[in-house]
């Protein structure tokens, strides 16, 4: 009964479960990388680095190039970090499909990898 209740778990709940497993395994991956909030602030200035204009036009253009650099230098980062999200996004999407293709064929494995054992 033991072999027929895991058989029966394997192909049944287990694989329902692997399957299931996708959503928050691609979610887990957004949360980490803060996707949300990396889209959110895209064009803000990077760390925060702002030139506050003074009165003159000479520093109030330098004021300017200042922070377009800073917001051009924000961007490039937070646009890096998301391709690395959308990187790890692919992987971790495809090593689940891999999965739950693999996974009715697993218990077979056992046998074969006995058999090959064996013969080897």
Known sequence: PMFIAFFSWWYGRG????VSD???????????FSVRQLL?????PWKRIITQPGRSLGERLRAAGDNAFSRAVGFVVRLFVLLAALLAMLVVAL??????????LLPLAIP???IAGLVL
Do not use: M, Y
């Open 15 to 18: 694989w329902q479960q692997v």
């Open 22 to 32: 996708f959503r928050p395994r691609i979610l887990s991956v957004v949360n980490g």
């Open 40 to 44: 959110k602030t895209l064009f803000s």
């Open 95 to 104: 090593l689940s499909i891999l999965e739950i293709a693999a996974w009715p």
């Open 112 to 114: 074969g990898f006995i």
